[in-house]
């Protein structure tokens, strides 16, 4: 079985987030990781190559900053690494270059997050599935393969569904595909075996265009100051959250 | 010329597909433009959409074999669009709205943009803001192509009731789509009595400090007197103490109810990033130092299994007086 993971290289969850000018997000300080919810498919396709047998290529589009994470994708069991080099103005750019990498590769498997916690659009996985002309299961929280069947769970708006798939299929994966406690680190002979593995650089044949351009940043707003009660008297806050906040 | 999508569940309309159609509304009069609502499903009662706004309707009186069949429903939304000329694509980013939205944007020639949270600040050139960075930031997007699909985050715009004497035009279409589906659906399972958290007005939340999931009785019954959503903080998820549909935080649900409690939450910045959008905050917690305080409006310093039964009483007498 081939499977693709598509990662992206993101902020850590614990950054907090400035620009320079409202118009460029500030990298200085910020530690770069493979997406949270990338993480939980990187796995879940390890423990399908250890029971079922698979290669797995692990693949992101950026600049040379985001070989780190892919290498940690190696060292976690991946067996070999794209980095499509082009630093993307859109969602539609990724699934593109995507696309047009993998259309000839036959992957059985294509596994990439829900959502990136950068940009937060979610369509990448939408958009590749459609252009390869192949099913869909986004907010995927669980994956099991009998007979070539692919059993699968999704998150739908107020409950669960329980699906079946043929190969090949394209997951938009979360946690419940693995449990966070079931994620794989990088051992040592891992990150030492990562060093032997490929990474190969793809050079996208043509510059792509966008339709989106950023005209500038906002941060939320900040609260004032908290008022607070006393907790013998909770009265009062049902009064403010009746009178005040107008919510009760 | 707008084409507002009013998602429905169980032979109703969701909550969030109001807020669709109040945005279609204040945004065809921004734009000095038509706009149509379209629907899906047998057995709609349209009626209520009049509330909002919706004075042309176009329904499609069809269940797909599965109710979830995502691409069933970005075909005919897709072709309906193609045929009459649309500009604009108005849907609610729901977990159905992201799973539709990619490929009606390919079939359609649409610039997509999601996380919308407000009308477009600028028509030309088109500018409008959506989430980033898990909500620790807004980005705003010029948006050069004509036509676009706008998915709005639920609870952003909020709900636009009006009162309208205009008649609905009402008009029912079978578009033969000759179509199969790629998945087969086995079953659904539905927590129906229980509210959608990304819809709810009003949400309570606990993490850590409540000790134990034995101790979420209490929690569920202030979310109860309230007819609040419950929630957890990511840790209480992660050790299994709450199922992982109520995880809010930067890699769970991002929300952004009208009221948000937060009960033995220190309000790590993973947690903050999926909340702090709510529009009233109350945290409860032992630790005056909790940096949750610095991001809420209400707080109070105490103990849960002090505070919380108190609150619950309270709020019943309030609710008993009122």
């Not at chain 1, 699968?152 to 449990?179: C, M, T, W, Y």
């Not at chain 2, 729901?94 to 600028?122: R, Y």
């Not at chain 2, 103990?303 to 309270?314: M, N, Q, R, W």
């Amino acid at each position: 079985m081939k499977i693709l993971v598509c990662i992206s290289h993101v902020p850590d969850t614990t950054s907090k987030i400035d620009f320079v000018d409202d118009r460029e997000f500030d990298t200085s300080g910020i530690s770069f990781v493979i997406n949270p919810y990338d993480e939980f498919g990187l796995t879940k396709s390890v423990f399908i190559k250890e029971n079922n047998g698979a290669n797995i290529t692990v693949l992101c589009v950026g600049d040379s900053s985001c070989e780190s994470s892919l290498r940690k994708a190696l060292a976690i069991g991946a067996d070999e690494a794209v980095r499509i080099d082009h630093i993307p103005k859109d969602s539609l750019n990724i699934a593109k270059l995507i696309y047009d990498y993998i259309k000839d590769k036959e992957y059985d498997l294509i596994i990439t997050g829900r959502e990136s916690i950068d940009y937060n659009s979610g369509v990448v996985p939408g958009l590749i599935s459609k252009m390869l002309n192949i099913p869909f299961v986004n907010a995927c929280i669980g994956l099991d393969i009998k007979d070539n069947v692919v059993h699968l769970k999704r998150e739908i708006d107020g409950g669960i569904e329980v699906l079946e798939s043929n190969f090949p299929i394209l997951i938009a994966g979360q946690k419940g595909l693995v449990e966070e406690k079931d994620l794989k680190i990088p051992s040592m002979r891992g990150i030492m075996m990562a060093r032997k593995k490929t990474l190969s650089v793809v050079k996208p044949e043509n510059d792509l265009q966008s339709s989106l351009k950023l005209n500038k940043y906002e941060k939320p707003i900040v609260k004032a100051s908290c008022k607070m009660v006393d907790s013998n008297n909770i009265e009062e806050l049902v009064e403010l959250l009746h009178r005040e906040a107008k919510v009760i | 010329m707008i084409l507002v999508y009013a998602e429905s569940n169980n032979k109703k309309f969701k909550k969030s597909s109001y807020e669709a159609i109040s945005y279609g509304k204040k945004l065809s009069e921004l734009i000095n433009s038509d706009f149509t609502v379209i629907t899906i499903g047998k057995n709609l009662d349209h009626s209520i959409l009049k509330e909002y706004g919706a004075n042309d309707i176009v329904h499609i009186p069809i269940d797909p074999k599965d109710n979830y069949d995502d691409e069933f429903y970005s075909n005919i939304i897709s072709d309906y669009f193609n045929k009459k000329n649309f500009d604009i694509i108005i849907v609610s980013n729901t977990n159905h709205g992201k799973s539709i939205t990619p490929s009606i944007s390919l079939t359609t020639n649409c610039s997509l943009i999601t996380n919308v949270v407000e009308l477009p600040s600028s028509i030309e050139p088109f500018i409008i803001k959506k989430k980033v960075f898990s909500n620790k930031a807004y980005a705003n997007y010029e948006i050069s192509n004509k036509k676009k699909i706008i998915s709005i985050s639920p609870n952003s715009f909020g709900i636009k009731e009006i009162k309208s004497n205009s008649n609905t035009e009402f008009k029912e279409l079978s578009p033969d789509i000759d179509y199969t589906s790629k998945l087969n659906s086995i079953s659904i399972n539905k927590n129906s009595d229980k509210i959608s958290l990304p819809e709810a007005d009003l949400v309570v939340s606990a993490g850590r400090g409540l000790k134990g999931p034995e101790n979420w009785k209490m929690i569920e019954e202030l979310s109860q007197v309230l007819g609040a959503a419950t929630a957890c903080s990511k840790p209480v998820s992660d050790i299994g103490w709450r199922p992982h549909s109520e995880h809010v935080g930067q890699t769970g649900i991002s929300i952004n109810p009208e009221l948000y409690i937060a009960i033995g939450i220190s309000g790590a910045i993973q947690h903050l990033a999926g909340v702090s959008s709510s529009k009233n905050i109350v945290v409860i917690n032992t630790d005056k130092d909790a940096p949750f305080f610095k991001a809420a409006d209400y707080g109070i310093v105490g103990d849960a299994f002090d505070v919380i039964p108190k609150l619950i009483s309270e709020i019943k007498k309030f609710k008993s007086d009122n």
